[in-house]
């Protein structure tokens, strides 16, 4: 049994860093169905969880706002602290999920809910955090940690004289057409790959062009050996207080990055970064931009992994006290 433990009810690297920095088991129940069925058997495996480990706190990750609601219903039964990992699907579920008016409603109400009634949330910047205590919640930054990446093992020859890897998922906050026109005003010989399953898109142009490569979705160990490939990583989104997976994996591989000009980047990846309005017009430019610059920012990039790994161990002392404190009481 452990007195700290962290659900999830998908399979996502944050959870894996955080819940090891923590000292704390990590339970998924990511399951291979979904609908009805899929909430229903989470439910009952998260139950029997919480009845086997009787822990004196949970952690647990939004989305799944099911999971986060259902999780703080069981914590003012049983006395036990909730906190919750709200990533921005599980604070602005509008954003990301397809419905009517009825569905969103329903779903904003429950983040509220939510927000409002954890012990805890934690959120990835100031920003986030801002929104949360406005909102009448209490809240900690504790950023993703800077991952390790696997080795290279295979130096992939790719096709332009510069390559760039655009991370995507063609998820409606991410300007992914915006990126193909971009593509097309570069050079030839700028090669674009943009990562995913593009069968996810909601609309592809009838013609794409020479210089873009849509890789389709690749597995954890190809991803990799193109982010050790490429010349820069874009990660693109139109969302203002969202830090993109791709930037930290960019900085982990020492590549200079193409960032969506928020105020949150820039508070965060300071250095090496060229901030792109999500226009097809400014993103060619800073790609551009970014291409003349590339020995300068792989030398500021390697400077900000070093600071940002300093603040991380920081913040996540901070929080770890933090816990401690709900655990006592």
Same mark, same amino acid.
């Given at each position: 049994?452990?007195?700290?433990?962290?659900?999830?009810?998908?399979?996502?690297?944050?959870?894996?860093?955080?819940?090891?920095?923590?000292?704390?088991?990590?339970?998924?129940? /990511?399951?291979?169905?979904?609908?009805?069925?899929?909430?229903?058997?989470?439910?009952? #495996?998260?139950?029997?969880?919480?009845?086997?480990? #009787?822990?004196?706190?949970?952690?647990?990750?939004?989305?799944?706002?099911?999971?986060?609601?259902?999780?703080?219903?069981?914590?003012?039964?049983?006395?036990?602290?909730?906190?919750?990992?709200?990533?921005?699907?599980?604070?602005?579920?509008?954003?990301?999920?397809?419905?009517?008016?009825?569905?969103?409603?329903?779903?904003?109400?429950?983040?509220?809910?939510?927000?409002?009634?954890?012990?805890?949330?934690?959120?990835?910047?100031?920003?986030?955090? /801002?929104?949360? &205590?406005?909102?009448?919640?209490?809240?900690?930054?504790?950023?993703?940690?800077?991952?390790?990446?696997?080795?290279?093992?295979?130096?992939?020859?790719?096709?332009?004289?510069?390559?760039?890897?655009?991370?995507?998922?063609?998820?409606?906050?991410?300007?992914?057409?915006?990126?193909?026109?971009?593509?097309?005003?570069? /050079?030839?010989?700028?090669?674009?790959?943009?990562?995913?399953?593009?069968?996810?898109?909601?609309?592809?142009?009838?013609?794409?062009?020479?210089?873009?490569?849509?890789?389709?979705?690749?597995? #954890?160990?190809?991803?990799? /050996?193109?982010?050790?490939?490429?010349?820069?990583?874009?990660?693109? @989104?139109?969302?203002?207080?969202?830090?993109?997976?791709?930037?930290?994996?960019?900085?982990?591989?020492?590549?200079?990055?193409?960032?969506?000009?928020?105020?949150?980047?820039?508070?965060?990846?300071?250095?090496?970064?060229?901030?792109?309005?999500?226009?097809?017009?400014?993103?060619?430019?800073?790609?551009? &931009?970014?291409?003349?610059?590339?020995?300068?920012?792989?030398?500021?990039?390697?400077?900000?992994?070093?600071?940002?790994? @300093?603040?991380?161990?920081?913040? #996540?002392?901070?929080?770890?006290?933090?816990?401690?404190?709900?655990?006592?009481?």
């Amino acid at each position: 049994k452990a007195n700290k433990i962290w659900v999830t009810w998908e399979k996502q690297e944050r959870n894996v860093w955080l819940s090891r920095a923590f000292g704390m088991p990590l339970f998924v129940f /990511d399951l291979p169905y979904g609908g009805f069925r899929r909430h229903l058997v989470a439910v009952v #495996r998260t139950l029997r969880t919480f009845a086997e480990q #009787r822990p004196g706190l949970v952690v647990v990750q939004n989305p799944s706002l099911v999971l986060a609601a259902m999780a703080i219903q069981y914590g003012k039964l049983f006395k036990v602290p909730i906190v919750v990992d709200a990533h921005n699907a599980g604070l602005f579920p509008e954003a990301f999920v397809r419905g009517g008016g009825a569905k969103i409603k329903l779903l904003k109400s429950l983040a509220r809910y939510v927000v409002r009634n954890a012990a805890l949330t934690i959120v990835t910047n100031f920003r986030l955090k /801002d929104y949360v &205590e406005q909102n009448g919640g209490k809240a900690e930054v504790i950023p993703d940690c800077i991952p390790r990446l696997a080795e290279k093992k295979n130096q992939l020859q790719l096709s332009g004289r510069v390559n760039v890897m655009c991370v995507c998922s063609y998820d409606a906050d991410e300007p992914y057409l915006e990126v193909i026109e971009a593509t097309r005003k570069l /050079d030839s010989s700028v090669c674009v790959y943009m990562t995913g399953d593009w069968k996810n898109a909601r609309i592809m142009p009838n013609a794409l062009p020479g210089n873009l490569v849509l890789t389709g979705f690749l597995s #954890r160990a190809d991803y990799v /050996d193109l982010l050790w490939a490429c010349d820069i990583v874009m990660d693109l @989104t139109t969302l203002e207080a969202c830090l993109v997976c791709g930037a930290y994996e960019g900085v982990a591989a020492g590549k200079p990055l193409i960032l969506s000009d928020s105020k949150a980047n820039r508070a965060y990846f300071k250095k090496g970064v060229a901030y792109a309005h999500n226009t097809a017009e400014d993103l060619a430019q800073k790609t551009v &931009e970014s291409i003349r610059a590339l020995d300068r920012s792989r030398r500021e990039i390697s400077e900000l992994r070093v600071e940002l790994e @300093t603040g991380w161990e920081e913040r #996540r002392k901070a929080v770890a006290d933090v816990f401690a404190e709900l655990h006592r009481h």
